[in-house]
T-cell receptor
């Protein structure tokens, strides 16, 4: 059973389009995250949710909007895609915030290519 | 504020040689420290973590790391490299004052030569 799953795995789209990436975890965790990994492998946090409540919202263009319908799901919607949005997007989860002491479990990633 | 510096973006070792990946952190409160590994086209997975207690932490696949507060370091070691250890390694820091946010280093690519 996949602990943290993301769909789709690959996403190729044109500039200006709107797209969504879905994430689900079956670990019973309270906290979920979205990360962006660029072509140099640098990993940056975008958002985190705890029990469906937004906790972390880094400096991310407001074209990116996360949505957490329940604790097990955290989706990422991106409006008006730009070339610079091309990256690998990772979803992750952790048991709870626990002051940051819990490790994170990562999904397999979604490779987004904007043409 | 918290930050992580991984010294050496690329490390190359021979199979059977010692692996040493360096990580220094900055944190205004006691840190929690993690090492994650990323194999090609996969997500990150935890190798080991330090929260409190014993400063020498053992992880999966024969890796270990030692928390040295005086040196603000958390270097990752493995006595004998295997070809299968070739991957990207990330050090991360978090703290109780930062809403569970982990800050990741820029990563170190480990190459293992036969």
């Amino acid at each position: 059973d996949t602990a943290v799953s993301q769909t789709p795995k690959y996403l190729v789209t044109q500039m200006g389009n709107d797209k969504s990436i879905k994430c689900e975890q079956n670990l019973g965790h309270d906290t979920m995250y979205w990360y962006k990994q660029d072509s140099k492998k640098f990993l940056k946090i975008m958002f985190s949710y705890n029990n469906k409540e937004l906790i972390i919202n880094e400096t991310v263009p407001n074209r990116f909007s996360p949505k957490s319908p329940d604790k097990a799901h955290l989706n990422l919607h991106i409006n008006s895609l730009e070339l610079g949005d091309s990256a690998v997007y990772f979803c992750a989860s952790s048991q709870d915030l626990a002051g940051g002491s819990n490790e994170q479990f990562f999904g397999p990633g979604t490779r987004l290519t904007v043409l | 504020a918290q930050s992580v510096t991984q010294l050496g973006s690329h490390v190359s070792v021979s199979e059977g040689a010692l692996v040493l990946l360096r990580c220094n952190y900055s944190s205004s409160v006691p840190p929690y420290l993690f090492w994650y590994v990323q194999y090609p086209n996969q997500g990150l997975q935890l190798l080991l973590k330090y929260t409190t207690g014993a400063t020498l932490v053992k992880g999966i696949n024969g890796f270990e790391a030692e928390f040295k507060k005086s040196e603000t370091s958390f270097h990752l070691t493995k006595p004998s490299a295997h070809m299968s250890d070739a991957a990207e390694y990330f050090c991360a820091v978090s703290a109780s004052t930062n809403a569970g946010k982990s800050t990741f280093g820029d990563g170190t690519t480990l190459t293992v030569k036969p």
